[in-house]
Each structure stands twice: as structure tokens, then as C-alpha cells.
T-cell receptor
Framework: GAGVSQTPSNKVTEKGKYVELRCDPI?????LYWYRQSLGQGPEFLIY????????DSGLPNDRFFAVRPEGSVSTLKIQRTERGDSAVYLC???????????FGPGTRLTVL | KQEVTQIPAALSVPEGENLVLNCSFT??????LQWFRQDPGKGLTSLLL?????REQTSGRLNASLDKSSGRSTLYIAASQPGDSATYLC?????????FGQGTRLTINP
């Protein structure tokens, strides 16, 4: 079946602009995660959804970052007033229940000029 | 704060060798330990997941072990092939989120 998909695959924006990154999880998976990976590092947790609600947003670096999952399926990560330090690969993952294998999408590479 | 460390950071071996990648974690309250593979410019592919009640998992030429008391996991790759070249990441799951190590960049030379 279809895996986790993310769009766009690449996003280049200018400092100060607003961006939205989209994640389509595996159908039926109730848990959805966002991670951020900088070059040469392992992914770092940003936020976790169980259904429509954000169960853990402790990894969001500041209030410029926000994520939604209004219908419990697709999620959007929103970044306001982008900064050069936001440049990274943003990874989305989903799992059936939240305490089992996480399946990752291909990521969105964000470059802030 | 949970920390996950992977040693070595990079490893280069000739084709056919057996090898071991190491992962250590600081928090013994582990739920799962998951090993991933990441190819350059790609997302993560799950290789093996070991639940806290288990000591090891096997898939083909891969075997992962978990020792909660010492805070260690190892990934054993048998009869390595050039196609195994990738970055290998271990991830600790104490609640729902994963905490990753920095990865081991593996190169298998033909």
C-alpha cells in the first residue's frame, strides 16, 4: 500500500516568509509525528498527534512553528517568519497506534535564503 | 534528558565482512528500540524494532540486540554487501516520540 507522502519535496524561500509543509500519513494510522533533521545529525522530534489533537508539542522550537491535523489524517506544519536556521529536512512519520513502528516519509528539504 | 549515542560515527569495511554497530542510551525506561537505515537524500527505512520485553530481533542478514540494564543496543550485519552502504540510525522510544542517535555512516567497499 501507499506509504507516508510529503509535499513539496523541496522548498526554497526567503527569510521572513511563511511556509507550509504537508504530510499524508498511511491510511488508518492514528499517530503522526514531525521531526527535523539538520545535516549530519539524527532527526529531532517536533510534535506528535494522536488523532486530531497534538498530544506532545514539546519539540517545537518557538512560537513561529505550528502544526495542525484537523481531520485526523493529513497534517500541515506551518512556519512563520522563516529564518536561515530553519533550513533542514522536515520528516513526517506515522504509526498505527503510537507505540509501535514509525514509518517515515521522504521528507521536505527546506532552504531559507 | 534522554541521550542516544552511536559509535562509530563512520565505518568503512571490505565487502563480505561481518560488522557491529553500537548504540547506547541513558534512560532505562525504554519502550522500544528501533533501527533505521537512511540513504543519502532519502527518508528513513525501518529495519528492526525491539520491544522492551525482547532481547533481540532478526531480519535476514540483520540482527539487533537490546540490553536494557547496560543501556546498549547493537546491530549486527552479516556478510556485508555494497548495497548495505548507508547511514544507520538507532532510536529510543520511551513514550511516543523517538530520540535518535547521530547515526553511523557505513561504507562497504567492493
Amino acid at each position: 500500500g501507499a506509504g507516508v507522502s510529503q509535499t513539496p519535496s523541496n522548498k526554497v524561500t526567503e527569510k521572513g516568509k511563511y511556509v507550509e509543509l504537508r504530510c499524508d500519513p498511511i491510511s488508518g494510522h492514528t499517530a503522526l509525528y514531525w521531526y527535523r533533521q539538520s545535516l549530519g545529525q539524527g532527526p529531532e522530534f517536533l510534535i506528535y498527534f494522536q488523532g486530531t489533537g497534538a498530544a506532545d508539542d514539546s519539540g517545537l522550537p518557538n512560537d513561529r512553528f505550528f502544526a495542525v491535523r484537523p481531520e485526523g489524517s493529513v497534517s500541515t506544519l506551518k512556519i512563520q517568519r522563516t529564518e536561515r536556521g530553519d533550513s533542514a529536512v522536515y520528516l513526517c512519520a506515522s504509526s498505527p497506534t503510537g507505540i509501535d513502528t514509525q514509518y517515515f516519509g521522504p521528507g521536505t528539504r527546506l532552504t531559507v535564503l | 534528558k534522554q541521550e542516544v549515542t552511536q559509535i562509530p560515527a563512520a565505518l568503512s569495511v571490505p565487502e563480505g565482512e561481518n560488522l557491529v554497530l553500537n548504540c547506547s542510551f541513558t534512560d532505562s525506561a525504554i519502550y522500544n528500540l528501533q533501527w533505521f537505515r537512511q540513504d543519502p537524500g532519502k527518508g528513513l527505512t525501518s529495519l528492526l524494532l525491539i520491544q522492551s520485553s525482547q532481547r533481540e530481533q532478526t531480519s535476514g542478514r540483520l540482527n539487533a540486540s537490546l540490553d536494557k540494564s547496560s543501556g546498549r543496543s547493537t546491530l549486527y550485519i552479516a556478510a556485508s554487501q555494497p548495497g548495505d552502504s548507508a547511514t544507520y540510525l538507532c532510536a529510543f522510544q520511551g513514550a511516543q516520540k523517538l530520540v535518535f542517535g547521530q547515526g553511523t555512516r557505513l561504507t562497504i567497499n567492493p
